[in-house]
């Protein structure tokens, strides 16, 4: 009787927290509606002002020889800026969508279980055991759910974001260049073909930003090699680009883990180098990356100029899109812990450790 006494506390313990949540979900919902609503008519109002551009640009094309080089350029940027700014906020708006979508099926969810619970008491004393409770407790799948979705909203918002300034940027070029080839060829050709051979340099340096795009989203290599081999191909991508030295130290054998923990590790390393760079203006970084037993450690160091980290991880909870935030959510989703070590002037130290699962793939040696 003691014990089922004690189970009947902690279930009133959940219906109590679980009422909070829901007033709490539903507070988020009402406000997420008006955000969403203005949002969809921000669109909409943008929308309309991409049109007026667009007509412009038609216009510009069938007349284009009275426009001169400097017009047609921002008349081309302009163009692309606005179908991009209008991609963003639609993407925004399905984001917002989601969002709530995602949120109302937690509610229901809440609901679900408040109405079991009120039911549960008149199951435990007549079978005298509490064999059900344990079904009520099991709320964190969907607290894994909402942080999955949410990063790869957050995910997608980043993909936008650099693919209008980088290769959607660079076909803007692309197509001016062309289109002053195409001017220049009944007028000069000499001029044509020096216009030309510009446009074959260019070609081929948006062929290589693509490709380290695709590289960044998603590397084919760490399907087929694993995580090791990923690691320092992006290293190297990594030290050309960005002139900061960085050290590889690996310990025990090299081995395939898990699909989704090797993902895990590879974005957590690329995360901490670009903060290294962007944030932490560093010179050098290493990196350790221990293999051994059943749980992988990575540590991250720079010489970078640092930060107060209670202030950074505050902010991070604030805001999930800052990349600290993002790296604790891959973290604890695979039942692991990071920890960020670092002082003004001093640098930063990121230290990492994930279970790499029962399962291991085979060595790749």
Known sequence: MAEDSSILVQLRDIATESQAEYEKLQRELSELTVLLRQTIAESEKMAQRNNQVMQKLREMEMSIDTYSRADIRSIYATAQESQMRLFMMREQVEQLKAKRANLERYAQHLVRLLGVIGHLPQQIDSAG?????????????????????????DERLRISRQMHDGPAQALTNLVLQAEICERL?????????AEL?????????VFQQTKGF???LRPMILDDLGLLPTVRRYI??????????????????ERRLRPHVEVALFRIIQEALTNANNSGHATRVKVNLDLEGDTIMVMVED????????????????????????????VEMLGG???????????????????????????TT
């Open 129 to 153: 055991n509490g064999r059900d409770v344990a079904l009520l407790q099991d709320t964190a799948p969907q607290q894994a759910i909402i942080k999955i979705i949410q990063a790869q909203e």
């Open 337 to 363: 812990k990071i920890e960020w070590q670092s002082q003004l002037g001093q640098g930063t130290r990121v230290r990492l450790e994930i279970p790499a699962g029962a399962n291991v793939e085979r060595s």
């Open 236 to 253: 190297q991508a990594f030290q050309d680009a960005s002139g900061i030295q960085v050290d590889l130290q690996v310990a025990g054998r």
């Open 197 to 205: 051979s510009n446009l074959k340099k260019m070609v081929n340096m």
């Open 185 to 193: 060829f009944d007028r000069d050709p000499t001029q044509a073909r």
């Open 303 to 330: 010489d970078g100029i640092g930060f107060n980290v209670d202030e950074a991880l505050a902010k991070a909870r604030e805001r999930r899109s800052l990349g600290m935030a993002m790296m604790m959510e891959r």
């Open 214 to 216: 695709i590289f960044d």
